[in-house]
């Protein structure tokens, strides 16, 4: 839902430039771009959004792990899955 990946984007250090969030947007039906949009605006070297086909969670997972370049990953999973790359 589009308050539970608020709730995760507040949650997280967006100022941090040591760390990439990805936003997979797995076909929702909702707004969440538009949800996300103040995020990209305020952190686009942070936070990133992507839509997809709709999927399942490993699907979601490999779509962000393609894109991270780092050391370590992590995942918040919500209806929507909000990926996090730590570099």
Known sequence: S???ICDTLN???CKNDDIDVFV????STDNLKD??????????NVVH?????NGNQGSCINFAIQ???SKFFSF????LFSIISLI
């Open 11 to 13: 949650s997280i250090d």
């Open 67 to 69: 894109r991270a370049n």
């Open 24 to 27: 997979v947007d797995d076909g």
């Open 76 to 79: 918040f999973a919500a209806f």
């Open 49 to 53: 959004y992507f839509r997809k086909d």
């Open 35 to 44: 949800v996300v949009q103040p995020y990209l605006d305020t952190y686009p």
């Open 2 to 4: 589009t308050k539970t």
